[in-house]
């Protein structure tokens, strides 16, 4: 059973950068042909995906957000962090961390979601 958790603050000032890590039980982050995502929901919009880690550390990045997205992991405490730079209103949503194989399955396990503000 794989479990995932966020962490990190509720809110963030516009300009300054976002930083969220997932915590991963039941599975390591580096298990043949997993990925490990991040994404997001705007408040009355869709799911976003913003990026993904694979258990071989490439990373996968949306282009839609211009490069202010960064992944990268620590294998020795099973995390992945998010950091978005630069943020704006616009970044305002539930953040999410979900696992997916290499196989077309979809995202299996999801965290439960953190609430992200950015607001002066």
């Known amino acids: 059973q794989v479990h995932l958790q966020e962490s990190g603050p509720g809110l963030v000032k516009p300009s300054q950068t976002l930083s969220l890590t997932c915590t991963v039980s039941?599975?390591?982050?580096?298990?043949?042909?997993?990925?490990w995502n991040w994404i997001r929901q705007p408040p009355g919009k869709g799911l976003e995906w913003i990026g993904s880690?694979?258990?071989?550390?490439?990373?996968y990045y949306n282009p839609s957000l211009k490069g202010r997205i960064s992944i990268s992991r620590d294998t020795s405490k099973n995390q992945f962090t998010l950091e978005v730079t630069a943020v704006t209103p616009e970044d305002t949503a539930v953040y999410y961390c979900?696992?997916?194989?290499?196989?077309?399955?979809?995202?299996?396990?999801w965290g439960q979601g953190t609430q992200v503000t950015v607001s002066s």
């Open positions: 979900a696992s997916a194989d290499g196989y077309g399955s979809g995202f299996a396990y």
């Open positions: 039941g599975e390591p982050i580096t298990r043949n042909y997993y990925y």
């Open positions: 880690i694979a258990y071989s550390a490439a990373t």
